[in-house]
């Protein structure tokens, strides 16, 4: 349910709805659009018509949201989601283009270092690289934990970009809290409920990876229940699903990012790494990406891909990487994107970016 504000509606009339929601245990969440402010309603609604809310001052209307995503759905809020964060200009889902590139695993020091470096001079904005793997077999490359979060600190102090790393589950996801920008939660836990939910009441912005089988409902609804915790920072990917062609890894559904922009209000990213398992097919799915409107990528990169811990076949060499964002250059402002040309200035320790 949503409450739309009359415009003339004060901070404190908004208040008194908050807090009259929030006492027949419902939850309520401002929402602050460009027309009005509107106050969206969550939880077991029964029993919501006898809570007087009509009639309260400052409010003009009361709508039902239709879809069972309340907050994630453009019913309660028509403006697109621009992602900040704190302590940087960079964002997503705004007129830039988001890149974010990096190796699968941080493996050590030198070689995320040097990956770092690489791709923070072609344009990168963002760095990834997987601290904690989600493997198939138990006895492959696990990662480094927290030892990997440190390295991936020390590359946000030398180059500037923000750091998004995956978290498998909520160990993860707390030491990832005190060293990196971004949580990635991985398509093997897009319906890994509990870390949703703790998602939800972290700080940092969260980037969601569509499951390997998620209708796109499935990914609305996990974004959802990080949004219904408080957490408005999502960030949607597409990053291939399960079909039976087997010319690549997976199939990127390029085809789910305008389905995207019409239903939602969060942004969308493209990973065409993980989407064709290939590096010579992720620069045309990339450029595909940007052309079908998705608000950014996420690509792997690796100087030595024959000797990376996961993921080398699908890993760029660092050149095809500066190529593929040179030939963006020339797409992107078809599709009124910007991607600019500043050099990111070096990061001083502890000033990693909780969301505005
Ligand atoms: C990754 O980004 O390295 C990863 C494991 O991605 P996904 O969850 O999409 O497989
Ligand atoms: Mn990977």
Redesign the pocket.
């Known amino acids: 349910m949503l409450i739309v504000m009359q415009s003339k509606a004060t901070p404190e009339q908004v208040q008194s709805i908050c807090e009259r929601i929030e006492s027949f245990g419902f939850r309520a969440h401002p929402i602050e659009g460009t027309q009005h402010f509107a106050v969206a309603v969550t939880g077991d609604l029964r029993g919501i018509e006898t809570c007087g809310l009509e009639e309260m001052p400052g409010v003009q209307e009361i709508v039902r949201i239709s879809k069972p995503y309340k907050l994630a759905g453009r019913e309660s809020k028509p403006e697109n989601t621009v992602v900040r964060f704190a302590n940087s200009d960079v964002t997503i889902g705004g007129d830039e283009f988001a890149i974010i590139a990096g190796p699968?695993s941080v493996e050590s020091r030198e070689q995320t270092l040097h990956i770092a470096e690489k791709v923070a001079a072609s344009g990168a904005r963002f760095f990834?690289g997987?601290a904690y793997?989600?493997r198939t077999s138990p006895y492959a490359f696990q990662g480094m934990g927290v030892e990997g979060l440190k390295i991936l600190a020390e590359a946000r102090e030398r180059t500037g970009m923000l750091i998004v790393t995956?978290a498998v589950d909520i160990e993860a996801l707390e030491a990832i809290e005190d060293y990196a920008d971004m949580i990635?939660i991985?398509?093997?836990n897009m319906q890994n409920f509990s870390l949703l939910k703790r998602a939800g009441r972290s700080p940092l912005p969260v980037l969601l990876?569509r499951g390997l089988s998620a209708t796109l409902e499935e990914l609305l609804m996990s974004a959802e229940y990080i949004m219904s915790e408080g957490n408005r920072n999502v960030v949607l990917c597409e990053?291939g699903i399960r079909t039976f062609a087997d010319h690549s890894r997976n199939t990127l559904d390029l085809s789910v990012i305008p389905a995207v922009h019409k239903l939602s209000h969060l942004p969308i990213l493209s990973?065409p790494s993980?989407g064709t398992g290939k590096r010579d097919r992720v620069t045309p799915l990339a450029l595909a990406s940007a052309a079908v409107g998705a608000d950014g990528l996420?690509v792997?990169v690796h100087h030595d891909p024959e000797r990376a811990l996961s993921?080398g076949p699908q890993s760029m060499f660092p050149e095809q990487f500066a190529n593929m964002v040179s030939q963006l250059r020339g797409i992107l402002p078809v599709v009124k994107r910007t991607l600019s040309t500043e050099p990111l200035k070096p990061r001083p320790a502890a000033t990693q970016a909780a969301c505005k």
């Open positions: 699968c990834r997987g793997k989600p995956e990635q991985g398509a093997r990876k990053r990973d993980h996420i792997e993921d």
